[in-house]
C-alpha cells in the first residue's frame, strides 16, 4: 500500500456556493484534460511550459459574437486584431470565419497580405505608418486609419506618385465617461479636431472618406461607453452627408470588450460579472438604431474586438519547480511559468487549476515564477491544494497578448501547440532555441 502523503492540519472556514463575505470557494475542479487530451501526455509530448490553443473554443467564441451582432443590427463586419494574436494558424481560423484583418505595424500588414487576406479586407490602424507601407497600403486599395495630421499630409504627397485614391477614414478620440481617457490616439470629437481633420480631407479632394473609427479604451466594463461612442460617431457621419453631400460607409468601434478574466482588484470573478457580447452589442446597435439614419443608408458596423474572442481559447501549462515558506510561514510555489511568458498577470488574477486531483485540504499560496526577479509573481494570493515538485497544472484564459508581447528573458520562450476540431494537436510554433537566439549575434573581429 502506497504511504500516504503527509498533509499539516490547517484552519480552514468552509464556503459552499456563489462568493460571500470571505470570496470565493477554494474548490475549484482540477483541469485533467484540454480538449480531450490529458494535460499530462501534451506536457510530456510538448515540454513544460507549453501554450495550448483550441481551435473548437475560437470558432464557437467567434459565432457567439457574430450572432450578438447580426441578430441586432443587419451589416455587421468582424476584423480579427492582429496585435492580439498574430500566430499564422490562428489568424487564418478568425479569416475562414469571415473576418478582414486589422494590423498596427508593416510587420503585421505583411503578415495579413501572407495569410491570403484581400488587400480591400485590411485595416490599417496605429500611428506609426511608415510612407513604405502608406503607399503599399494604397496601392493595395487596403483601408488607412488616419491618426494625426502629419500621417494626414504625408498621405496627401503620396497621391502624387500613386494612380489610386487613397480610401481612409480617420480615428476619433471622445469623452465617452471612461477614464482615463484615450486622446493620445486620433482626432478629438469634443474640441474639434476630428471635424478639422474631415475638412482637410474633403476639400482636398484626392482621398476617399470611406469610414470612422474609435477605440475608447481596453477592457472596458460599461457597453453604455460604446453606446456613446457610436452616437458620437453616428453624428459625424449625419453631419458629413449634410454638409458635404458624402456618405459614409461604415462605423468602426475599435475593440477593447472584456474577456472572461478577473482584473486585479475586483471582488467577484469576472466569468459571473464581465459584460458579456450580448451587452456590448445591445448598446452599440441601439445608439445606431436610434439615430437619424434610415434602412437604406445603415453604415456598416466594423469590430475589431481581440481579447473577448480568443483570450478564453488559451491555456499554459506548466509544472511545480519547488515549495518554501517565507519568513511570514506563508507558503509559496514556484513554477516553470514566469512573466515573461505570462505579460497578463500584471493586471489579472488568472484562474490556476492542478492538472490532477487533490484533497480537499487547501492553502493560500503565493505563486513565483523562475525568473530571478522579485517581480515575477503569477498570482499573489490563491488557494491551492499542496503540488509537490513536478506536478502539472493549467493557467486559464491566456489567448490574448501573451503569445505576442511575450519576452526571451532568462529561459526560451515554448512551444505552442494548437487542438483542432477533431482533437488532434498541432505544433504551430517551435520553441526557441540557444541558435534562434545567437545566430542573431555578432562578434567583432578582436573578440573571436
Known amino acids: 500500500m502506497e504511504k500516504q502523503r503527509y498533509e499539516r492540519p490547517i484552519l480552514k472556514k468552509l464556503e459552499t456556493g456563489m462568493p ?23 506536457v510530456e509530448t510538448y515540454g ?52 478582414w484583418a486589422e494590423v498596427v505595424s508593416g510587420f503585421e500588414y505583411d503578415k495579413a497580405i501572407a495569410n491570403g487576406v484581400e488587400g480591400q479586407h485590411i485595416i490599417f490602424n496605429g500611428p506609426d505608418k511608415s510612407a513604405v ?21 504625408t498621405i496627401i504627397e503620396l497621391t502624387e506618385k500613386c494612380a489610386k485614391r487613397p480610401k481612409v477614414a480617420i480615428r476619433v478620440n471622445m469623452d465617452t465617461g471612461i477614464q482615463p481617457m484615450w486622446d493620445r490616439f486620433g482626432f478629438n470629437y469634443e474640441n474639434g479636431q476630428a471635424w478639422d481633420a474631415l475638412n482637410k480631407i474633403m476639400h482636398f479632394g484626392k482621398l476617399e472618406l470611406v469610414g470612422l473609427h474609435t477605440h475608447i479604451g481596453t477592457f472596458i466594463m460599461s457597453p453604455q461607453a460604446y453606446g ?23 462605423i468602426d468601434l475599435g475593440g477593447g470588450f472584456a474577456s472572461a478574466n478577473t482584473l486585479k ?34 453604415p456598416l458596423l466594423i469590430l475589431e474586438t481581440g481579447r473577448a474572442l480568443i483570450d478564453e481559447a488559451g491555456y499554459l501549462l506548466g509544472t511545480v519547480i519547488a515549495n518554501k515558506r517565507l519568513s511570514t510561514g506563508k507558503r509559496t510555489t514556484i513554477v516553470d511559468i514566469g512573466i515573461n511568458l505570462l505579460f497578463t498577470s500584471f493586471w489579472y488574477e488568472h484562474k490556476l487549476t492542478p492538472a490532477r486531483h487533490y484533497s480537499q485540504y487547501t492553502e493560500a499560496t503565493t505563486v513565483y515564477g523562475p525568473l530571478c526577479m522579485n517581480i515575477d509573481v503569477i498570482r499573489e494570493n490563491v488557494n491551492l491544494p499542496l503540488l509537490n515538485k513536478g506536478d502539472h497544472f493549467v493557467v486559464h484564459h491566456v489567448g490574448a497578448y501573451n503569445m505576442t508581447q511575450w519576452m526571451q528573458f532568462i529561459t526560451l520562450r515554448p512551444k505552442i501547440v494548437l487542438i483542432d476540431e477533431d482533437g488532434t494537436a498541432h505544433v504551430i510554433r517551435d520553441n526557441e532555441t540557444i541558435d534562434n537566439v545567437m545566430n542573431m549575434e555578432h562578434l567583432p573581429p578582436h573578440l573571436k
Open 48 to 99: 513544460s511550459p507549453v501554450f495550448i490553443l483550441s481551435e473548437k473554443t475560437i470558432r464557437s467564441v467567434f459565432k457567439k459574437a457574430k450572432k450578438a451582432f447580426t441578430t441586432r443590427y443587419p451589416k455587421v463586419q468582424f476584423a480579427w486584431s492582429y496585435k492580439t494574436n498574430y500566430l499564422n494558424a490562428v489568424c487564418r481560423i478568425y479569416h475562414q470565419e469571415g473576418s
Open 228 to 250: 456613446v461612442a457610436a452616437q458620437k460617431l453616428a453624428d459625424l457621419t449625419i453631419g458629413i452627408r449634410q454638409k458635404y453631400n458624402h456618405t459614409i460607409k461604415y
Open 265 to 298: 482588484g475586483f471582488y467577484y470573478p469576472g466569468s459571473d460579472t464581465n459584460p458579456t457580447f450580448d451587452d456590448y452589442a445591445e448598446a452599440i446597435t441601439s445608439a445606431l438604431l436610434n439615430t437619424q439614419f434610415t434602412p437604406d443608408n445603415l
Open 133 to 153: 507601407y502608406l503607399e503599399k497600403a494604397i496601392r493595395n486599395d487596403s483601408i488607412i486609419h488616419i491618426d494625426h495630421l502629419d500621417e494626414l499630409y
Open 20 to 42: 460571500g463575505k470571505f470570496g470565493i470557494a477554494a474548490n475549484l475542479p482540477p483541469s485533467t484534460h484540454i480538449d480531450g487530451i490529458s494535460v499530462d501526455s501534451l
